[in-house]
Nanobody
Framework: QVQLVESGGGLVQPGGSLRLSCAAS????????MGWYHQAPGKQRELVAT???????NYADSVKGRFTISRDNAKNTVYLQMNGLKPEDTAVYYC?????????????WGQGTQVTVSS
């Protein structure tokens, strides 16, 4: 069993900051990629940012320069520091992990955490 537990969402004013965390636990052998996607009402789930075990990162154009993804490999935890938040960042943010267990390699998702940017 693998679980991804997210925290850190909430309501923030435009220009504010939030930090999301996601911890993976369970029978994990290795984690290849961890990251974040978001889904706004009526829209498809979209990539926000990902990071590999080696530290290579990838960001959506809409968040470059504002969001920073980081990872603590020892804790199997990924973070998303979101600065300069805009109303269009409002969405449910889902943690993502491409990892290997004793049985297989698979993609796991967290339950989602709501981020609302509004004055």
């Amino acid at each position: 069993q693998v679980q991804l537990v997210e925290s850190g969402g909430g309501l923030v004013q435009p220009g504010g900051s939030l930090r999301l965390s996601c911890a993976a636990s369970g029978s994990i052998v290795s984690i290849n990629v961890m990251g974040w996607y978001h889904q706004a009402p009526g829209k498809q789930r979209e990539l926000v940012a990902t990071t590999t075990t080696g530290g290579r990162t990838n960001y959506a154009d809409s968040v470059k320069g504002r969001f920073t993804i980081s990872r603590d490999n020892a804790k199997n935890t990924v973070y998303l520091q979101m600065n300069g938040l805009k109303p269009e960042d409002t969405a449910v943010y889902y943690c993502y992990a491409d990892l290997t267990t004793m049985l297989r390699r698979y993609v796991y998702w967290g339950q989602g955490t709501q981020v609302t940017v509004s004055s």
